[in-house]
């Protein structure tokens, strides 16, 4: 693991600029400390020679006011560090998001989403430690002590030897201590995100474990992964503290051979008191940025064990759709409610189409293929198939989640993997319902609400009967099965009608709805296909096929 990896300053500016300030101000306060050696050198030698106060005086005031400037570069760099971590984190949260979002939910599925929940989040935490401790002191060690040695090489070449000869030591120690410290914070980590994993899917499966009397044992695995959990730590600081005390060590009997060599040369006056004095506060500023760096490595280590996963997101490409050079697209975003129909976009068209889905150790065999079809605007469309046969592949196809042979176009245009969808609106299986009122899901990611559109949409998806100010918990919590499902319906219909979206695509909406709800939705869905929407449903229910205008079967003929 590299103290500094380079990847950071590519997918963060952030970094780069903190590497630019923390340099400077780096270079800064070695000259501060530089200066404040030689000024109280030279007050001693002063005093110890007799003079009085008065010829002291402006020697004194100029240490104060080093004293005053060295404080003030200190706290500008913690504040430069807490910021720059600040910056970090919220950019490679950025960039993270926006990969997830670029591979979509078929990639996710095949991962654990709580461990990436669990990476950008608390693990990305561990960059304050990296940023506020350990990099100052990395940036110290390339910046003051190559100048503090040539210093005091230049006062008194023998001391300026002696730490030349002993310093590479307290790197050997750092390397050797640092492999230890690498090893036992990645356990940890590891250990952090199985507790993570655990835990949610402890939280999410707890009716299910109740109901077959199986809680206790699960609490028991908690209760065991956590106290691996608490060893691990525990570890890792017992390691820290001992390589601190190892580097502490080194430090001081260095420091000890060079106090040494000046005392017996000051004895003999082969050497000035001064510039004995001198080199002298200057030998542990030299060996101080170097014990730094390697008694803070446990906070490179548990920072950049994080930072690891998270580029090893950021860099795998393996499953991420291809991108055109040019994105163009179809239609323009409207400012608000429209009913709208664009003559040009009046067929979505799929053209042999081949779906292959990406594994974990490579591409998997085909799970849609050959698929040939046409939906027209003004008609409900309905996809059947048997479980497997790759409906809600197809549907992912068509939203540039997964990479596909064939083509597909609406009107004259083709549709590419990867390319944006302002004309495409989508409920899937799972309604996705986050905390807030039923409003809020309805017209989720808009900046403002359209009461109005919010009433319409959820009558089109045979829901109007709920309350749009309606709070709702965790997982659209204060709703039955059914009127989840419909409100995830009238949230592709609310953004179908607020951009003018040509094509609208539910995956089994109806699934637990009854009758007479799913007679509303039906009615719903005529009237969004009347108003010249392409609307397609993948369904497996009697009463969507008898009102359908056209009916897929996948892998079979359809009924046009």
């Known amino acids: 693991m590299r103290p500094l990896d380079p990847r950071l300053l590519r997918y963060a500016s952030a970094a780069r600029w903190f590497l630019l300030v923390g340099a400077a101000l780096g270079l800064a306060q070695t000259l501060v400390v530089v200066a404040f050696a030689w000024l109280l050198s030279q007050a001693i030698s002063l005093a110890v020679d007799g003079h009085g106060p008065a010829e002291l005086a402006p020697t004194v005031g100029a240490l104060a006011v080093v004293v005053v400037v060295r404080a003030a570069l200190v706290w500008l760099l913690e504040v430069a560090a807490s910021r720059g971590a600040a910056s970090v ?118 009716a299910t474990l109740k109901i077959f009397g199986r809680e206790a044992r699960q609490a028991e695995r908690v209760r065991t992964i956590t106290e691996d959990y608490r060893g691990r730590t525990m570890k890792v600081l017992r390691v820290s503290f001992l390589s ?155 939203q540039g989640f997964v990479p596909f042979d064939g083509e597909i176009s609406l009107g004259d245009a083709g549709v590419m993997p990867g390319t944006p969808r302002p004309w495409l609106a989508w409920a899937g299986q799972r309604p996705g319902l986050l905390a807030g009122t039923i409003a809020d899901n309805v017209s989720l990611g808009e900046a403002s609400v359209d009461p109005a559109l919010v009433h319409r949409a959820l009558r089109e998806a045979g829901a109007g009967e709920l309350d749009p100010a309606s709070r709702l918990g965790v997982n659209g919590d204060g709703l039955s099965g059914g009127q989840a499902q419909r409100v995830a319906v009238a949230r592709a219909i609310y953004r179908a009608r607020l951009h003018g979206c040509r094509v609208l695509v539910l995956d089994e909406p109806s699934s637990a709805l009854d009758p007479e709800a799913e007679k509303r939705l039906v009615t719903g869905l005529r009237r969004l296909a009347t108003d010249g929407l392409i609307v397609i449903v993948v369904s497996h229910r009697p009463l969507l096929r008898d009102a359908a205008d056209q009916v897929v079967e996948l892998n079979g003929p359809a009924r046009v």
């Open 89 to 206: 984190k919220s950019q490679l949260r950025s960039r993270v998001l926006e990969r997830l979002a670029e591979r979509g939910p078929d990639w996710l599925a095949g991962t654990q989403s709580a461990g990436v929940a669990t990476l950008v989040g608390q693990g990305l935490d561990a960059l304050d430690n990296y940023f506020a401790r350990y990099l100052p002191q990395l940036l110290l060690a390339g910046i003051a002590t190559p100048i503090l040695v040539l210093v005091m090489l230049w006062q008194d070449l023998p001391s300026g030897i002696t730490v030349i000869v002993v310093l590479p030591f307290i790197p050997l120690f750092m390397v050797l201590i640092g492999q230890a410290t690498q090893a036992v914070q990645r356990a940890q980590w590891d250990a952090l995100q199985r507790l993570g994993v655990g835990f949610l899917d402890l939280v999410g499966g707890l």
């Open 244 to 398: 601190g005390f190892v580097l502490e060590l080194g430090a001081s009997l260095s420091v000890a051979l060079v106090a040494v060599s000046i005392g017996l040369r000051l004895v003999d006056g082969s050497l000035q008191l001064g510039v004995g004095l001198f080199v002298l506060l200057l030998a542990p500023e030299a060996f101080l940025p170097v014990r730094q760096v390697g008694a803070q490595f446990h906070a490179a280590a548990d920072g950049l064990a994080v930072a690891e996963d998270v580029f090893a997101i950021l860099d795998d490409e393996s499953a991420s759709p291809a991108r055109p050079a040019e994105t163009v697209a179809l239609i323009p975003a409207s400012t608000g409610p429209t009913d709208a129909v664009a003559p040009v976009l009046d067929a979505l068209r799929f053209d042999r189409v081949r779906v292959r889905r990406a594994g974990r150790d490579g591409p998997v065999g085909p799970v849609a293929s050959e698929f040939t079809a046409v939906f027209r605007a003004g008609r409900l469309a309905v996809i059947r198939g048997a479980s497997g046969a790759g409906k809600s592949t197809l549907v992912a196809a068509l």
